[in-house]
């Protein structure tokens, strides 16, 4: 999978939950998409599910960014 098309799943499962910006690398998730907790972890959520992955707590602690997001969702992947 590209970054191009990673992105695009993230920013589609994202729309999901109500967030209207794209996802990019530099994305803040918190800041710049104005996720409180609870819409952070819907889209978390959406994003599992739309990747058919299951994050676990560690993933959840290190994601700040979309990059961060991105990262997690590639090591999930791997490891099916």
């Known amino acids: 999978m590209t970054d191009e098309e990673l992105f695009a799943g993230l920013t589609d499962a994202a729309r999901g939950t109500g967030v209207t910006g794209p996802i990019t690398a530099q994305t803040r998730l918190a800041e710049d998409l104005a996720l409180d907790s609870l819409r952070l972890l819907e889209m978390v959520v959406a994003v599992e599910d739309r990747f058919g992955i299951c994050f676990d707590e560690s ?20 490891a099916r």
């Open 59 to 78: 993933d959840e602690a290190g994601i700040a960014t979309g990059a961060d997001l991105a990262a997690a969702v590639r090591r999930r992947l791997a």
